[in-house]
């Protein structure tokens, strides 16, 4: 077998402790970061690094190449914790640090518990949280179920996406679509 070039990609997820999916063992301490490995070809690999903010040192000191904003769909305090909290983390520890490179780092709105959705209570919809990504300037959203497995390979193949396009020298920053007036 040929050896394979192995590229180490660091994602950071930030959100209130408990939007968690509840049947997932939440990341130890000791265990971040938690390794990926995926490979998009024969001849790239790439390890995705995940931390969360419960990292043994502070996220903070981290320099990630992608971040992750996480919420229960289920709770709109944790929605709201993600544009009062969360995004201005972001801006300030990680896109606020003076330098091109910092400036090009995705963001990634992740809407977690999918499978709540269908019992009662004032439920947060993909149309909603799509919104919530726009007004925060995120490069992606998705939602996803670690209960049911609901869209997770989904999501994580876009924040995979993501991650490996911070690898190029434009970075993984999206430009946003181009207003086209008719």
């Not at 997932?24 to 990926?36: G, S, T």
Request: hydrophobic share 35%; glycine share 8%.
């Amino acid at each position: 077998m040929e050896d394979v070039a192995d590229t180490a990609i660091p994602i950071l997820l930030l959100g209130d402790a408990g939007c968690d999916s509840p049947s997932q063992p939440a990341l130890r301490d000791l265990d971040q970061p938690f390794p990926l490995t995926i490979r998009f070809s024969r001849d790239q690999s790439y390890t995705l690094e995940l931390y969360d903010t419960a990292s043994p040192t502070s996220y903070s000191l981290l320099s990630p190449s992608i971040i992750i904003l996480c919420y229960d769909i289920s709770s709109r305090a944790s929605l709201h914790s993600v544009k009062d909290r969360w995004r201005k983390e972001a801006t300030v520890h990680f896109q606020g640090r003076g330098n091109a490179e910092s400036e090009k780092i995705p963001i990634m709105l992740l809407g977690l518990k999918r499978d709540l959705r269908g019992e009662a209570g004032d439920m947060i919809y993909p149309e909603e949280g799509h919104g919530m990504a726009t007004e925060l300037r995120c490069d992606r959203y998705a939602e996803c179920s670690a209960l049911t497995g609901e869209l997770v390979r989904e999501a994580l193949e876009d924040a995979s996406k993501m991650a490996v396009m911070t690898t190029k020298n434009e970075g993984g920053q999206s430009r946003g679509p181009a207003c086209v007036i008719m």
